[in-house]
């Protein structure tokens, strides 16, 4: 007999032998008919798999995003049996499951695959599928694969062998497929019951441009119908809300291959946006007691190498910038802390002086590859809104607990209602990675879990996430349509202090280490800014919002007033403008609508009679007639209650 162990800590016996399908049909067949694969002893595998040994046992279902790998890596050998029922001879590379799905890239030799051929593929997985196919595992050994790879003339997997142990090599079969795969899969193709195979692509074998460009073709599984109608819905509607796209239309920022790839230029309205934020946010910083700082957009190599960065990132980064004297060279600033440190180094300091909190929206710079920038989300240049705090011990976790109530403030002025924060911590084995000592390690990471405890934070703990010189607080945020992003970030560093020697006097008279702490709400404003577009759909809080209102005259003989009104408005600190097209009224408010503003003034001869507005909000629809002045009133109260500090207050 052997002994498993379940996640709520419930001890099993059974038979050696038993299967992790098994193990879950024991307790029911409910449970059973949903499992997908099985964590035993932390490691993903097959839920058809033997048990010989006493083990902690986790069952995988369509909940667990291991489960939904497991789906989707099955998925994707289904593709490929389907592949090579209508283009037998293709050469097969690799179909690993991403994020959303899965994909295969394949050598279709002198086929030509289209757009068009999708649905036959498709439907020909849905007939695979039906047949209940279990895939099955065999260990084989390399001479064996070669063999069979050999005759089936495939060079890409023959080059995947090659780097492969003998006796650490597996094939897998499911129908009249065989593909060389590691696993897991699931127990039978009947588990994949709605397909969708949603693009066609080009991808060079092993990502390297010099080798032959395969087709890639990318596609998503569910276990139901239902869940892949939902999914293609939120597809439709994140295309609707592409921050590239609204980025576009409301003419916030552009692009220029002649400026370069990855760097941002922010029109004026976007421009305006932006610094409402950056506003915002110094508005807290000022009553949390940060000093804002400036620094340059390059620094000497020295400088990295003393942080660390050059030696982890420097062969990756931006190309070092040479001068005229032979003996300097300068690199583009990818962080703001190695400069922050040196502020601090740049005066005596005393324990009275502690905390210090600087902050700066500094402008960095990192070498992305160009096949990964992506609109404002991934690019080579961005502004962090980072602050360093540098502290005492006895400090660091008020100052810890601080400064998560600063980025709550952010998440529910911004209305980020489901968030979870991250405590990334070391990887449990590979120790190579990191800088700093084992004692240092430790004070930095306990003090971040019993901040976030004493905090009340849902939190989830990630092994082999933390920065290389210290553990942090990741805030995961989900937007309007349920994807997660990883905003704003909390450090704890006790290696940089060390490296750059900084010190201060205690009340000992002696010298002591400060602590610094990291802190970055947005994460970088261009990030920000791209994940806030499509969580809102480019409907903005009335705060930050570009043009608060629009004076919608209802002839041209009103145009003169409306342009009064606008006056008024603009000069009480409310932002709009007029539209005084010829156009007919129903066709202003609709064009109003579509730019999202959020109040339509519309003013005709009743209007002018009574020096008044006839109010309309977006969304809401009529509010009558109000002067100025209540219009102002409005606008400011609404604008109060979205930055209600309550939350820093507490």
């Known amino acids: 007999m052997i002994r498993i162990t379940l996640p709520d800590g419930s001890v099993r016996e059974y038979e050696n032998g038993t299967t992790a399908l098994g193990v879950a049909l024991s307790i029911s067949e409910g449970l059973a008919r949903n499992v997908l694969s099985a964590k035993i002893n932390g490691e993903v595998k097959d839920a058809t798999l033997p048990i010989n040994e006493d083990v902690s046992l986790q069952l995988l279902t369509w909940n667990d995003e291991e489960g939904k790998s497991t789906m989707w890596h099955s998925s994707a050998h289904l593709m490929a049996e389907a592949l090579e029922f209508y283009y037998p001879g293709i050469k097969l590379a690799i179909g690993p499951p991403i994020t959303n799905g899965f994909y295969y890239d394949v050598d279709f030799m002198d086929y030509s695959i289209k757009e068009e051929d999708l649905a036959k593929i498709e439907q020909k997985m849905k007939d695979l599928a039906k047949e209940k196919n279990p895939f099955i595992r065999k260990e084989i050994s390399k001479a064996e694969a070669v063999a069979y790879f050999e005759e089936k003339k495939d060079p890409y997997k023959l080059e995947l062998i090659s780097d492969l142990e003998d006796g650490n090599i597996t094939f897998y079969t499911q129908g009249n497929f065989t593909d060389l795969c590691r696993g897991p899969h699931l127990p039978d193709t009947g588990f994949i019951k709605a397909v969708k195979l949603t693009s066609i692509a080009g991808a060079y074998w092993r990502g390297d ?79 949390a007691g940060y000093q804002q700082v400036i620094t340059p957009h390059i620094g000497n190599k020295d400088l990295y190498v003393t942080s660390g960065h050059y030696e982890k990132y420097g062969a990756d980064s931006f190309q070092p910038i040479k001068t005229p004297d032979p003996n300097e060279e300068f690199y583009l600033k990818p962080m703001n802390c190695p400069h922050h440190c040196e502020i601090f180094k740049s005066k005596p300091r005393s324990y009275k002086d502690l905390p210090a909190r600087f902050a700066e929206f500094g402008t960095v710079y990192r070498y992305e590859q160009s096949g990964e920038l992506h609109g404002l989300t991934r690019v080579r240049g961005f502004t962090q809104d980072d602050a360093h705090i540098f502290c005492t011990q006895d400090q660091v976790k008020d100052e810890f607990k601080k400064v998560i109530d600063i ?118 404003m261009e990030r920000f800014l791209a994940v806030l577009l499509e969580h809102c759909a480019g409907d903005f809080p009335l705060w930050l919002t570009t043009e608060q209102f629009i004076v919608l005259p209802i002839s041209e003989k009103f145009n003169d007033y409306a342009q009064k009104v606008s006056e008024f408005l603009n000069n009480s600190d409310i932002r709009g403008l007029v539209d005084d097209r010829n156009e007919k009224i129903g066709k202003k408010i609709r064009d109003a609508e579509l730019a999202k503003v959020p109040f339509m003034l519309i003013v005709g001869e009743k209007e002018f009679d009574q020096n008044q507005v006839s109010v309309r909000q977006r969304g809401l629809g009529d509010l009558g007639a109000l002067s100025y002045s209540e219009f102002v009133e409005l606008v400011n109260n609404a604008v109060i209650r979205e930055l209600s500090t309550e939350i820093l207050n507490n």
């Open 209 to 287: 441009e010099k080798n032959k460009q395969l087709t890639r073709i990318y596609g998503i599984t569910f276990p139901k119908q239902a869940e892949l109608t939902e999914y293609l819905e939120k597809v439709e509607e994140a295309k609707r809300r592409d921050h590239r796209k609204l980025g576009k239309e409301l003419e916030l920022f552009t692009f220029s291959q002649k400026v370069g790839q990855g760097l941002p230029m922010w029109l004026p309205k976007g421009a305006a946006l932006r610094e409402r934020l950056e506003n915002f946010l110094k508005r807290a910083q000022r009553a």
């Open 407 to 524: 980025v709550l403030y952010v998440l529910k002025t911004l209305d980020f209602q489901n968030f979870k924060a991250q405590i990334s911590l070391r990887d449990k084995v590979n120790r190579a990675k990191y800088i700093g000592s084992e004692e240092n390690w430790v004070k930095a990471e306990n003090a971040i879990i019993e901040a976030a405890a004493e905090k009340n934070l849902p939190t989830v703990v990630e092994y082999g996430e933390a920065a290389f010189y210290g553990p942090k607080l990741d805030f995961m945020v989900q937007d309007a349509l349920g994807r997660e992003w990883q905003l704003g970030t909390i450090q704890v560093d006790y290696n940089l202090p060390e490296r750059f020697e900084l010190e201060y006097i205690g009340a000992d008279n002696q010298k002591h280490r400060p602590v610094m702490i990291h802190r970055a709400p947005f994460g970088s």
